[in-house]
DNA sequence: TTATTTGAACTGACTGGTCAGTTTGGTTAG
DNA sequence: CTAACCAAACTGACCAGTCAGTTCAAATAA
């Protein structure tokens, strides 16, 4: 903990101090996703982005707001990758108004991007997982948040498909999204770690089975 | 690391050893699982167990060995629980040899007890979501044996409903099974971390959409 | 039965080292 | 000119692993 020295202006940073973030996001992500935050000292961070160990404290006050914010810089990424996602633009304006896709394949899509961000971060994958679920952790209302985030983009894109098709209704949406959610994480840190000659569309198509095992009988949208 | 005292005697192990090994497996679980292997320390270990530091070392040689052993014990405990699951007696013998019951409502069961398994066992769950996917870890060899065992025990599962049903050919079964198991350990975590007011049964069901998406239209077994 | 021995199991103070965070006095870039 | 950064020393807490000594139950001797 740390009152902290002047610390960066909020508004408006200047460019170098944006620059050297950037260079301490890269090296934490990449350490702490290999030895998990505890296992990684602030010297070592500091020496990989090729900065001092004062500078880090200037730019964050603490070990513990640094990881904090480096989450958040990371779920802004996911989120806006899972957004721009094909099929994603049209949300739920009244009820079942015609979109332009089949919100199945908008999945598709959207977990295609999933798996595709857990390849190039696979850093923040394993962070995400190590410290998840941690119960009395000091990150815990940042991921509280963060999660609240993400799964309500995946739950509007679920909302689409129910729309679009009869669906079971036995099975609880919430229960739903968190597999799914999940299920992202673990086949992309999966693939990596104990099968790298796993295709990213095989693991789509294995994740795609919880919606088509969600959707009911019979193919065709505008149920 | 430690070549280590004379050590406990490796066959017929007296009582007291037992017991004192199992208060540390328990101490080691509670704590580990909360705040993560590095988080701890071996004395918080050992005063938890109600029992010196010293007999830490006696029994495990170091804190990583005690990990190892600890990860070992808890895979033996779920994959007891998911064989002894209804419906999961018959093996594989000949081709399709007729068995007992449905293939799907014994894959259920097995998604139950793992569920129960994670209620009952959070800690171990959040240790092995913690470690299992860390790169250079000191426990790699361990998990990709450990995980090697339990996806053998779902992927028999998943044998027994493949031969009893029409599935999807285009599923790769391996990816399928990653996504089964760790279906479980997301939601059953997140069940117990966000949401507790989610049943047991909500669960199994989201995540049992898995399996019928994966075989293709119309009940009945024996396709 | 009682005394003595043995050694596995256990104890806890101690050591050597590590690390988060601080401070200070100077340097650089915008 | 000043916000941002650097380099390096320092503090105080913490921690993995060690080891000389203790306990006690069972084996053996008397």
């Known amino acids: 903990m740390n009152a902290g020295p002047p610390g960066p202006v909020r508004t408006l940073r200047p460019a170098r101090t944006t620059a050297t973030r950037q260079k301490l996001f890269d090296a934490s992500m990449e350490l702490i996703g290999e030895r998990g935050a505890a296992g990684v000292t602030v010297d070592e961070i500091a020496a990989?982005?090729?900065?001092?160990?004062?500078?880090?404290?200037?730019?964050?006050?603490?070990?513990?707001?640094?990881?904090?914010?480096?989450?958040?810089?990371?779920?802004?990424?996911?989120?806006a990758r899972l957004q721009e996602a094909p099929g994603q633009e049209a949300a739920a304006q009244g009820a079942a108004t015609a979109v332009?896709?089949?919100?199945?394949?908008a999945m598709e899509a959207m977990i295609g991007q999933a798996l595709d961000f857990m390849s190039e971060y696979p850093s923040f994958a394993r962070l995400w997982v190590s410290e998840n679920w941690r119960t009395p952790s000091e990150w815990q209302?940042?991921?509280?948040?963060?999660?609240?985030?993400?799964?309500?983009?995946?739950?509007?894109?679920v909302e689409r498909v129910a729309q679009a098709y009869p669906v079971d209704s036995t099975v609880p949406r919430g229960s739903l999204e968190t597999a799914i959610f999940g299920a992202c994480f673990v086949v992309g840190l999966d693939r990596q770690t104990y099968h790298p000659e796993r295709t990213r569309d095989q693991s789509v198509a294995a994740i795609m089975a919880f919606m088509r095992g969600y959707v009911l009988q019979q193919p065709g949208p505008r149920g």
Chains 1, 2 share one sequence.
């Open 48 to 79: 990989a982005a090729g900065v001092s160990k004062g500078t880090v404290y200037y730019n964050f006050g603490s070990k513990s707001e640094l990881i904090a914010q480096l989450l958040r810089h990371g779920v802004d990424i996911l989120k």
């Open 100 to 105: 332009s896709g089949d919100p199945l394949l």
């Open 141 to 157: 209302g940042t991921f509280a948040v963060l999660r609240g985030e993400l799964l309500a983009v995946i739950g509007e894109a």
